[in-house]
């Protein structure tokens, strides 16, 4: 009987965030904040959350995470947000990956939502 044959990445999903977040960050990202939410009630595993510069800035970033994950095989599930780029959001699967313009990141406050999580990245500037 032949083993069966992964079509997504089976990696865990904190080795999966550390991919993430280097990729953000090589682009530039800016106030970013990944959280564990494996324990937790929340939408998905882990949550990564950033701040781009622009509208332009946030579509790279977006660009740059979901061609990267699609070189590691990282499942994906869909996306929004992505033409208006006040808040795009990525799904893949066990990461949800939140791309913010400032202001809008600002109003929804989504750092506040899981208080107890583990932070496994943190570049905030008042953190």
Partial sequence: MRAKKHT??????VQKVKHIV???LE???LDMLALDLAK??????AV?????????HGQGLADHVLQSARNENFEYLSME????????????NDVIVHI???EARALFRL??????ATILADTRKEA
């Fill in 8 to 13: 997504h990445s089976t990696l865990p999903t």
């Fill in 22 to 24: 280097d990729w953000l």
């Fill in 27 to 29: 682009k530039k990202a």
């Fill in 40 to 45: 937790g009630t929340g939408p998905s595993e």
């Fill in 48 to 56: 990564v959350i950033v701040t781009a510069s622009s509208t332009r």
């Fill in 81 to 92: 947000g992505y033409v208006v780029g006040q808040w795009i959001l990525l799904d893949l």
């Fill in 100 to 102: 913010f313009q400032s």
């Fill in 111 to 116: 750092n506040d939502l899981w208080p107890a």
